[in-house]
């Protein structure tokens, strides 16, 4: 299997005045994170605004990455939703556009038993001959893929290689971490829980933050698998005001204006997102100016 790599980031969609996908823009966005620190890229996930993408829309930003990074870096497809057939239809075209994994989120809204989450998984990922990575995001999708559910995948389902864990659970990180089979891996969902993660077997993180500080994360990953843990802390806690002001608002919003501050303008959000209030705008601005990003 191809390795995934330790930092995978969860690309905005950049969009136009018109508020169209900005294709542009997101080669230039996917090349510059590459340049950056990302070992891979997560296209048309949460941070991508998945929700407000039209399928269509999906296939042709997944071919305008690859085409952008080439073999320099793993991009991974964002093709689940809340309807199994559906995944399984974007899937199999996601395929032909040359990208190198798929991502599928818990489906969302109809809070599926864990049954219904296996037998989703395990017929989304037999569409497919690529690695598949499930992503479990309990906040966003109103249920949690427990941690039986992802073994039985893992051990039973070969192209499932990895989950990306949002559920801010350590406990639940800790039972896939001690029952996964070795080739399974599993990426911390939230930049503030990388460090914590990797004292536990963590392969690395799906980051919002590496749109902004990749070279310092890889510093901070780095550090801490050549043993040198004090390093790494020292740049987890420089970072960590970022990591928690990149969510003082709903994803992506945040992370959309400081890329706008830090010269990088990839344009707003689609509704029903809309622009951070002038409160948050100066609180984003500030926190780039105290990391010297601005």
Same mark, same amino acid.
């Given at each position: 299997?191809? =390795? ?15 508020? @169209?996908?900005?294709? /542009? !823009? ?14 891979? #890229? ?16 999906? #296939? /042709? ?18 093709? +689940? ?19 190198? +994994? ?11 038993? @864990?049954?219904? *989450?296996?037998?989703?998984?395990? %017929? ?5 001959? &690529? ?11 109103? %249920? ?10 893992? !051990? ?15 406990? @639940? ?5 001690? +029952? ?10 939230? =930049? ?5 993660? #990797? %004292? #536990? ?10 749109? &902004? ?23 987890? *806690?420089? &970072? ?15 992370? /959309?204006? %400081? &890329? ?7 344009? +707003? ?11 948050? @705008?100066?609180?984003?601005? =500030? ?8």
């Amino acid at each position: 299997m191809q =390795d995934l790599g330790r930092i995978l980031t969860a690309m905005v969609t950049p969009f136009n005045k018109s508020n @169209q996908v900005d294709h /542009k !823009r997101a080669a230039e966005l996917a090349a510059r994170l590459v340049e950056r620190g990302s070992d891979g #890229l997560v296209v048309a996930g949460t941070t991508g605004e998945s929700a407000t993408l039209t399928a269509e829309e999906k #296939l /042709k930003l997944f071919e305008t990455v690859v085409d952008a990074v080439g073999d320099r870096a793993t991009v991974i497809a964002g093709c +689940g939703s809340n309807a199994t057939e559906a995944s399984i239809a974007l899937t199999r075209q996601a395929v032909s556009t040359g990208v190198h +994994g798929i991502l599928l989120v818990v489906p969302y809204y109809n809070k599926p038993p @864990q049954e219904g *989450l296996y037998q989703h998984f395990a %017929a989304v990922a037999g569409a497919t001959k &690529l690695p598949v990575v499930l992503y479990n995001v309990p906040s966003r999708t109103g %249920a949690n893929l427990l941690p039986a559910t992802v073994l039985r995948l893992a !051990r039973e389902v070969p192209n499932i290689v990895a989950v990306k864990e949002a559920s801010g659970s350590l406990d @639940q990180v800790a039972q896939i971490l001690a +029952g996964k089979p070795k080739e399974f891996h599993l990426y911390s969902g939230d =930049d503030d829980l990388t460090l914590p993660l #990797l %004292a #536990l077997g963590a392969s690395g993180v799906v980051s919002v933050a590496a749109h &902004l500080v990749g070279p310092d994360m890889q510093r901070m990953i780095e550090a801490y698998l050549t043993g040198n843990v004090k390093l790494a802390a020292e740049i987890h *806690l420089r &970072l960590h005001p970022l990591f928690k002001g990149l969510f003082i608002t709903t994803n992506p919003i945040p992370v /959309k204006w %400081a &890329l706008r501050y830090a010269g990088f303008d990839v344009g +707003g959000v689609r509704p029903p997102l809309c622009e951070p209030s002038p409160e948050e @705008q100066k609180a984003i601005k =500030d926190l780039l100016y105290s990391l010297e990003l601005i």
